[in-house]
């Protein structure tokens, strides 16, 4: 898709997602990683590399893992884009030529896009302090202990309400990372709109059809914390499906009135 072709556009209409329709999305999400696997891999890639680098840098200890682990689905929308440039192009009946859909995606840094990546970032940095700050207002005054070494502490009474407070915090935060970006970042691949008007479209978009984003949000965190389990290695096969079947949600969400 060159910039010619893609003129600014009115604000969408926002259409119920039924149910069915997600299985649809995810039924079509696994059909175009069939379809084209190797890009699939290539993109889920670097989310592999960089969970491994993460737990390498924080997994020493048992509470780095679970923070790190919480922190990970935070940045993982922005890589999207290259994944809802092949279902587009599929979609479409367009070539996939790897000159053309990296060069989207390398054409994006001069777009909308990398400002919703640049918050992701500044909410990652945010959830990485709030970690530290819970984890010395739950264990701070305990005996000094290198939680490295000693899992026994995440077993007291203190450590057990720390992990439930990071993960309802965490669930907390990863819905709204969610909630900004389920649609608004293939919205920004496909038309032409501010960074802020795609994300409250797509803030609007959950809030409209709560029971079956909610849902939808559910399978994606179930999905990605079973693709995690394995050295990260699910995310090879998990996201490609994921970020395809978000591009086919997104085209059922969003109607674009007739200019």
Request: aromatic share 14%; net charge neutral; proline share 5%.
């Amino acid at each position: 898709m060159t910039d010619e072709t893609r003129a600014v556009q009115p604000l969408p209409d926002i259409g119920e997602v039924t149910l069915s329709e997600l299985l649809t999305a995810l039924k079509t999400g696994w059909q175009d990683f069939r379809r084209a696997p190797l890009f699939g891999l290539f993109f889920s890639s670097v989310y592999v590399v960089c969970g491994l680098l993460l737990s390498l840098m924080g997994a020493s200890t048992f509470y780095w893992t679970l923070v790190l682990s919480l922190g990970f689905p935070l940045v993982a929308p922005f890589a999207a884009v290259g994944l809802y440039e092949v279902s587009r192009r599929i979609e479409e009946d367009e070539p996939l030529k790897w000159s053309e859909v990296l060069g989207v995606v390398w054409r994006e840094r001069g777009r909308q896009a990398p400002w919703i990546g640049a918050i992701l970032v500044i909410i990652f940095l945010f959830w990485s302090f709030f970690a530290h700050m819970s984890l010395a207002l739950f264990l701070g005054n305990m005996t000094l202990i290198n939680i490295s070494s000693s899992w026994e502490v995440f077993q007291s009474p203190m450590g057990a309400m720390l992990i439930v407070f990071e993960i309802v915090t965490g669930g907390i935060v990863a819905f709204l990372v969610y909630a900004l970006t389920v649609v608004s970042l293939p919205l920004l691949l496909d038309k032409e709109l501010d960074f802020v008007s795609a994300m409250i479209i797509s803030a609007k978009t959950v809030a409209l059809n709560k029971r079956t984003l909610i849902i939808w949000a559910m399978i994606i965190a179930v999905l990605l914390f079973v693709a995690m389990i394995p050295m990260f290695l699910g995310l090879l096969v998990v996201l490609p499906v994921l970020g395809h079947a978000t591009w086919h949600i997104y085209r059922r969400a969003l109607y674009f009135p007739s200019s």
